[in-house]
């Protein structure tokens, strides 16, 4: 079976020739891929709303231009008939794992998050600290590669670092230091079933795990064709995690963003909950390809963004600048859509982790030849160890304490104008009562609170390139006042649109009590236009005028952070 499919797709291959181009056809509407396949286009690669990458066949592009889409640089499509022995198999990946383990007990700690959906292979988890087995006061960062079957340089590029940390460690300063902070998680490989269909030969662009969605008791059927309608098998385990699950992804199992039958429906995916759960990430990267960019949570319709869009973009930025392509040039980074069941956009409004996915490879490349395998894992270790510079703040961090006890709580820690209805309260880690921010420099306010205790509002905390410590005791309150939690603290403010002509817009502000206010306004992909307020507004009624040279016509969000609450107007603009 398994030789047959493989003949089946080196035919296909050959058939190709080699004359056959990859063509990129921006599309607005994620419909357009499985449109496009429908009308007999060979899909090779799709992130709709985006772009859609076909195969052409001769007279494709013509059709293409006739229906009215763009054909945007054809470039001869990669030979990937064969994968080098240079890539890991999950056997060799599993006994390698093993080997560092043993090899470097006190740094190196392997454990299992789960098991596959469809052939119950261990997920592995790799914890690279000091002090392995404890758990220890200190921040935690994840990696993870391979959410899809057949973009393994993400998985490659984590052995490569987990190696080179546990090979360094006690000579490189750098990596001895993010090793004695830290706790540094790797999952290389989350989806190893997927991955399998790719090492075995079964299909060389497998993306989804193997669920048997027919039932039939037959696993990888692949008919052999056109891979992306033919393939009916599997799960796209980025479009499993439970957050706005039934926005994003497909509903039909032949589709490429298959999502399953329900949100957390994959055993892959559940053991991703539980490692979330139990380890308060500040931030991760997840792999993928290709494309060599940078994607940041989030953009959201009626909202301008997440409450940390800042901070999300310019790590984004940062990140995109260490990460370079194969002409030494840094990577993009943009903002995709938050309202679906991908991994960072989960773990960001489940959790707070500032999460990205990262595009390793160039267009259109999914597995380059093993012979690049060294150089281009080095040039991406280089890129992600920068996550772990950004780990030295500009951000917030502390404790909080039970005043009396001195006993770690846990509790909530907001930051004003960071609280959205996006994004789920955020709380200290119970053990050590910890909380982290990564922040952008500026002057924050601080709330922290817990049913039955006193909540405590910390104004005027400056950060400024480093981690600004705040140990925070919270009084216990004794009889009625116990129900009071943090939800009390906020002062009431409100925001509307005004009068709109003349290109220009009035926005008003109404604060029921002395606040500071942060009133900014943002495009549809998140970014900042113009701050109109950052000051300090006594009560009542405030008419600002936004006057909005040289922007484009379209849609901008106005945002309103007062006294802890948020509000959002739209503005729409129209020259
Ligand atoms: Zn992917």
Same mark, same amino acid.
């Given at each position: 079976m398994?030789?047959? /499919?493989?003949?089946?797709?080196l035919?296909?291959?050959?058939?190709?020739?080699?004359?056959?181009?990859?063509?990129?056809?921006?599309?607005d509407?994620?419909?357009?891929?499985?449109?496009?396949?429908?009308?007999?286009?060979?899909?090779?690669?799709?992130?709709?709303?985006?772009?859609?990458?076909?195969?052409?066949?001769?007279?494709d592009? @013509?059709?293409?231009?006739?229906?009215?889409y763009?054909?945007?640089?054809?470039?001869?499509?990669?030979?990937?008939?064969?994968?080098?022995?240079?890539?890991?198999?999950?056997?060799?990946?599993?006994?390698?794992?093993?080997?560092?383990?043993?090899?470097?007990?006190?740094?190196?700690?392997?454990?299992?998050?789960g098991?596959?959906q469809?052939?119950?292979?261990?997920?592995?988890?790799?914890?690279?600290?000091?002090?392995?087995?404890?758990?220890?006061?200190?921040?935690a960062?994840?990696?993870?590669?391979?959410?899809?079957?057949?973009?393994?340089m993400?998985?490659?590029t984590?052995?490569?670092?987990?190696?080179?940390?546990?090979?360094d460690?006690?000579?490189?300063?750098?990596?001895?230091?993010?090793?004695?902070?830290?706790?540094i998680?790797?999952?290389?490989?989350?989806?190893?079933? *997927?991955?399998h269909a790719?090492?075995?030969?079964?299909?060389?662009?497998?993306?989804?795990?193997?669920?048997?969605?027919?039932?039939?008791?037959?696993?990888?059927?692949?008919?052999?064709?056109?891979?992306?309608?033919?393939?009916?098998?599997?799960?796209? +385990?980025?479009?499993?995690y439970?957050?706005?699950?039934?926005?994003d992804?497909?509903?039909?199992?032949?589709?490429?963003?298959y999502?399953?039958?329900s949100?957390?429906s994959?055993?892959?995916?559940?053991?991703?909950?539980?490692?979330?759960?139990?380890?308060?990430?500040?931030?991760?990267?997840?792999?993928?390809?290709y494309?060599d960019?940078?994607?940041?949570?989030?953009?959201?319709?009626?909202?301008p963004?997440?409450?940390?869009?800042?901070?999300?973009?310019?790590?984004?930025?940062?990140?995109a600048?260490?990460?370079?392509?194969?002409n030494?040039?840094?990577? @993009?980074w943009?903002?995709?859509?938050?309202q679906?069941?991908?991994?960072?956009?989960w773990?960001?409004?489940?959790?707070?982790?500032?999460?990205?996915?990262?595009? /390793?490879?160039?267009?259109?490349?999914?597995?380059?030849?093993?012979?690049?395998l060294?150089?281009?894992?080095?040039?991406?270790?280089?890129?992600?160890?920068?996550?772990?510079?950004?780990?030295?703040?500009?951000?917030?961090?502390?404790?909080?304490?039970?005043?009396?006890t001195?006993?770690? +709580?846990?509790?909530?820690v907001?930051i004003?104008g960071?609280?959205?209805?996006?994004?789920?309260?955020?709380?200290?880690e119970?053990?050590?009562?910890?909380?982290t921010? /990564?922040?952008?420099?500026?002057?924050?306010?601080?709330?922290?609170?817990?049913?039955?205790?006193?909540?405590?509002r910390?104004?005027?905390?400056?950060?400024?390139?480093?981690?600004?410590?705040?140990?925070?005791?919270?009084?216990?309150?004794?009889?009625?006042?116990?129900?009071?939690?943090?939800?009390?603290?906020?002062?009431?403010?409100? +925001?509307?649109?005004?009068?709109?002509? *003349?290109?220009?817009?009035?926005?008003?502000?109404? /604060? @029921?009590?002395?606040?500071?206010?942060?009133?900014?306004?943002?495009?549809?992909?998140?970014?900042?236009?113009?701050?109109?307020? @950052?000051?300090?507004?006594?009560?009542?009624?405030?008419?600002?005028?936004?006057?909005?040279a040289?922007?484009?016509?379209?849609?901008?969000?106005?945002?309103?952070?007062?006294?802890?609450?948020?509000?959002?107007?739209?503005?729409?603009?129209?020259?």
């Open positions: 398994k030789k047959l /499919l493989l003949l089946a797709w035919a296909w291959a050959a058939a190709a020739g080699a004359q056959t181009l990859v063509g990129r056809v921006p599309v509407d994620p419909a357009d891929a499985s449109r496009l396949a429908e009308m007999g286009f060979t899909v090779y690669h799709a992130e709709a709303p985006g772009f859609v990458d076909l195969v052409l066949q001769p007279g592009a @013509d059709r293409l231009r006739a229906l009215g763009e054909v945007l640089d054809p470039v001869p499509l990669a030979r990937e008939t064969d994968i080098d022995p240079e890539y890991h198999t999950y056997e060799e990946l599993s006994a390698e794992l093993a080997a560092l383990e043993a090899q470097h007990p006190a740094l190196c700690r392997v454990d299992s998050i098991a596959t469809a052939f119950g292979r261990t997920v592995w988890a790799v914890k690279l600290s000091d002090n392995v087995a404890a758990e220890e006061d200190e921040m960062v994840l990696y993870v590669g391979n959410h899809h079957g057949n973009e393994i993400g998985c490659e984590l052995i490569y670092m987990i190696n080179r940390f546990l090979q460690y006690g000579t490189d300063p750098q990596i001895t230091a993010w090793m004695n902070t830290y706790e998680f790797f999952v290389p490989l989350f989806n190893p079933d *997927g991955h790719v090492t075995a030969g079964i299909n060389l662009f497998w993306r989804k795990n193997a669920r048997d969605n027919d039932g039939d008791g037959i696993f990888y059927e692949f008919t052999g064709g056109t891979w992306w309608t033919d393939n009916h098998e599997g799960v796209d +385990l980025n479009r499993n439970d957050w706005y699950w039934s926005n992804g497909s509903t039909n199992i032949w589709s490429y963003y999502r399953g039958p949100a957390f994959e055993g892959e995916n559940q053991g991703m909950r539980v490692l979330a759960g139990q380890q308060r990430f500040v931030s991760a990267i997840s792999f993928h390809s494309g960019i940078v994607i940041a949570p989030w953009t959201w319709p009626q909202s963004g997440a409450p940390d869009q800042d901070v999300l973009n310019s790590i984004a930025q940062g990140l600048q260490h990460f370079l392509n194969d030494g040039q840094p990577f @993009d943009d903002v995709y859509p938050g679906g069941g991908r991994f960072p956009n773990l960001y409004g489940f959790a707070g982790v500032i999460a990205y996915d990262v595009e /390793l490879l160039p267009y259109p490349t999914f597995i380059p030849p093993g012979s690049q060294a150089e281009r894992t080095l040039r991406y270790c280089n890129g992600s160890k920068w996550l772990l510079e950004r780990m030295g703040g500009p951000g917030i961090t502390g404790h909080v304490r039970d005043a009396v001195g006993q770690p +709580l846990f509790a909530r907001e004003q960071r609280i959205s209805p996006q994004v789920r309260p955020r709380y200290t119970p053990q050590y009562g910890r909380f921010r /990564l922040l952008n420099n500026g002057t924050y306010t601080v709330f922290a609170g817990k049913p039955g205790y006193a909540t405590q910390i104004q005027s905390v400056a950060v400024n390139n480093g981690w600004t410590t705040l140990e925070i005791e919270l009084t216990p309150l004794s009889g009625e006042d116990s129900e009071a939690g943090i939800a009390s603290a906020p002062a009431p403010a409100r +925001l509307r649109a005004g009068r709109l002509s *003349g290109g220009q817009a009035e926005l008003v502000v109404e /604060l @029921d009590q002395p606040a500071r206010a942060d009133l900014a306004v943002h495009d549809l992909r998140g970014r900042l236009v113009a701050r109109l307020l @950052d000051r300090d507004l006594e009560p009542g009624e405030h008419r600002i005028t936004f006057a909005p040289g922007l484009p016509s379209g849609v901008y969000f106005a945002r309103l952070a007062a006294g802890g609450t948020a509000a959002v107007v739209k503005l729409v603009l129209v020259k």
